[in-house]
């Protein structure tokens, strides 16, 4: 069974520039959440993706934007990067109701 | 109202001590409640859960304690190993909205 991967696994850009990354979910998981993690914290919700529509969302602007495909892979994306956009973005799947699983993040530097 | 607070920040104990982190909520629609453990560079992994309708889960060295009246719940780490060292993080949601709530965090080194 193969878990959660995210690409890539490291990005540096600049303010003001846009970024995607990436999740592959957990075999036969329909369900994707999207989470920000500051240095030193606890994840912060971004969003959640159900049959490739948005059911949840996070206290973030909408210059956070995702996407669900058919294979249940899924896009973050975020435009106009800011300094404090700078975190681990994990990737969690799931079925509803069900614990989620992690990928490894990844790691975003906003210069 | 949404907020996890988990406590210590930080904790050192010797190896085959019992640590034991400590995590509130005031959101009474909260109904599940995971505990992760992340090593550094990697993603939350999760080690156990539980549900308000029982006081108490282990799987294996693990046991979370639940008391729904205080609505606090607790994690415990039988037997402690230095592999254990990593930082721990409980967590809530409710059935009707899928978003996991985090508490900050308690790295914790198990010294040999």
């Known amino acids: 069974e193969t878990g959660v991967t995210q690409s890539p696994t490291h990005l540096i850009k600049t303010r003001g520039q846009q970024v995607t990354l990436r999740c592959s979910s957990q075999s036969g998981h329909n369900t994707v959440s999207w989470y920000q993690q500051a240095l030193g914290q606890g994840p912060q919700f971004i969003f959640q993706y159900y049959r490739e529509e948005e059911n949840g969302r996070g206290n973030f602007p909408p210059r956070f934007s995702g996407l669900q495909f058919p294979n249940y892979s899924s896009e973050l994306n975020v435009n106009a990067l800011e300094l404090d956009d700078s975190a681990l973005y994990l990737c969690a799947s799931s079925l509803v109701g069900q614990p989620q699983h992690f990928g490894d993040g990844t790691r975003l530097s906003i210069l | 109202q949404q907020q996890v607070k988990q406590s210590p920040q930080s904790l050192i104990v010797q190896k085959g001590g019992i640590p034991i982190i400590n995590c509130a909520y005031e959101n009474t629609a909260f109904d599940y409640f995971p505990w992760y453990q992340q090593f550094p560079g990697k993603g939350p992994a999760l080690l156990i859960a539980?549900?308000?309708d029982v006081s108490e889960k282990k799987e294996g060295r693990f046991t979370i304690s639940f008391n729904k009246s205080a609505k606090q719940f607790s994690l415990h780490i039988m037997d402690s190993q230095p592999g254990d060292s990593a930082t721990y993080f409980c967590a809530a949601n409710a059935d009707s909205n899928y978003q996991l709530i985090w508490g900050a965090g308690t790295k914790l080194i198990i010294k040999p």
């Open positions: 539980i549900r308000p």
